[in-house]
């Protein structure tokens, strides 16, 4: 703990003798962090906790999006989507389902208008059908076949 500052000493002249004091014993030296600009906010940015909490938390960026952006990068990635789908149905289903939430979101007055159109299930369904037809055509390379290795018997392993 820190002596007590004299009488008639200003705090300004005995927080610089402390700190003059502590630097010449060398208890600054060798600090986390040292030789490091600091991370200071934009003095003009009034959203800088935001954007720290963001960049800090590695929050996903695409959740701050509004409905309608959402739907519009989805609907544009729907083809990579889809091919890694493995039934028809569930196919379908999804296609069935961010159709309803396109719907929902034509409706929906709010936020921005961003032009979402539906999606055409029935072409992206034949386009997955071809491309999973194409993938079956396609002769897989087949490994060849090793023979079996004969395991030891337990005297043979006991004397090896």
Known sequence: MTKRRPPGMSTQEWVEAQLQ???NAGEFDNLPGAGKPLKLADQHDPDWWVKDFIRREDVE????????VQLRKEKQQV???VRGMRRESEVRDYLADLNQRIRI???DTTGPVVPVGMINEEAILAQWQDERAEAAAKPQPVAEAEPPVRKKSFWQRLFS
């Open 61 to 68: 960026t695409e959740a701050l999006l509004p409905p309608a």
């Open 105 to 107: 979101s034509i409706r």
């Open 21 to 23: 004091r502590a630097n």
């Open 79 to 81: 083809q990579d989507k």
